[in-house]
């Protein structure tokens, strides 16, 4: 498991390689300090902030909205994950294996994956692209916009399911007050 605070982006991928990848960005380019702790079986990620003092050559400190890190992270394929992130952005790239990604508030951009994808969102928007998926989608205050045709279909107004051209792959979607768009 992997558990994030607040964060601009996380971006999450699959690769070949055995070994798990992670890089941070602030909002200018350049690269953050960061700590990865592990407690069992979960990592949580936090940058680390340096408090400024008089000492440091620092003349006037101004931020017009916070500024948050970006992650990058490769995984290697098939692996079973979860995420955690209160607050930001998820990028699934090519992600191959289990994921389980819960988010308080943000936006969730699944690109076509292949394994079993559990998403959970409590406010924001969930942007799927599918290919060979089984569905099963339930949101309770947002909507479920969708021009694609799926097999089996059973649809109501705050849940869909049924699959999209195979059913190699799963995508199980959960939100309270999020819109899901499924392309």
Do not use: W
């Not at 070949?16 to 909002?27: F, L, P, S, V, Y």
């Amino acid at each position: 498991m992997m558990r994030f605070d607040l964060i601009d982006r996380l971006e999450v991928r699959s690769y070949d390689g055995d070994q798990i990848k992670i890089e941070a960005e602030d909002d200018f380019g350049g690269y953050l300090n960061f700590k990865v702790e592990e407690k069992g079986k979960v990592f949580i990620i936090t940058e680390q902030v340096k408090d400024l003092t008089e000492e440091d050559d620092v003349a006037k400190i101004c931020a017009v909205q916070p500024v948050y890190a970006a992650y990058k992270i490769e995984l290697p394929k098939n692996r079973q994950v979860e995420l955690l992130v209160s607050e930001g952005n998820i990028d699934l790239i090519d992600f191959s294996g289990q994921l389980t990604a819960k988010l308080e508030k943000g936006e969730i951009n699944l690109e076509p994956f292949e394994g079993i994808v559990d998403l959970f969102l409590n406010i924001g928007n969930i942007k799927c692209v599918l290919k060979e998926t089984r569905i099963e989608t339930e949101t309770n205050l947002g909507k479920i916009v969708t021009e694609l045709k799926f097999e089996n279909e059973v649809k109501t107004k705050h849940s869909l399911s049924g699959f999209y051209q195979n059913q190699n792959n799963t995508l199980k979607i959960r939100s309270t007050n999020g819109n899901i768009h499924l392309k």
